[in-house]
C-alpha cells in the first residue's frame, strides 16, 4: 500500500513564501514522477508542478518564475517551494505519485490560502 502525507500549508500574506512536502511511504519502486496539484471549489484540479525520476521539471505558466519542484529520491519526498504567493494561488494543493507499473496515488490535500 502506497501512502502521501502532506506538510507546509497554511496561511500566508501576498508576497510570502511557503514550502510544501509529501512523503511517500509503502512499496515506492519505478517512479515516473511525482508532483503538485491543485484545486478551489467548483474547478477541476489542475497541475502546479511535477517532477520525473530524471528530475526534468514541468511548471504551469501560472508558477513558472515563482514556484520551484525539487525531491529526495532516497527519501521519497517532493517539494514545493512557493515565493512571491498570490491570492489567486489559494486551493487545496495535492501531492501525486505515478510508479510506472501500479498506477497513480493522491495525499489528503493541504490548503494554502493567501490573503492580508
Known amino acids: 500500500q502506497v501512502q502521501l502525507v502532506e506538510s507546509g500549508g497554511g496561511l500566508v500574506q501576498p508576497g510570502g513564501s511557503l514550502r510544501l512536502s509529501c512523503a511517500a511511504s509503502g512499496t515506492i519502486v519505478s517512479v515516473y514522477d511525482m508532483g503538485w496539484y491543485r484545486q478551489v471549489p467548483g474547478k477541476e484540479r489542475e497541475l502546479v508542478a511535477s517532477?520525473?525520476?530524471?528530475?526534468?521539471?514541468n511548471y504551469a505558466d501560472s508558477a513558472k518564475g515563482r514556484f520551484s519542484i525539487s525531491r529526495d529520491s532516497a527519501k521519497n519526498t517532493v517539494y514545493l517551494q512557493m515565493n512571491s504567493l498570490k491570492p489567486e494561488d489559494t486551493a487545496v494543493y495535492y501531492c501525486?505519485?505515478?510508479?510506472?507499473?501500479?498506477?497513480?496515488?493522491w495525499g489528503q490535500g493541504t490548503q494554502v490560502t493567501v490573503s492580508s
Open positions: 501525486h505519485l505515478h510508479l510506472r507499473f501500479r498506477g497513480e496515488y
Open positions: 517532477i520525473t525520476s530524471g528530475d526534468s521539471a
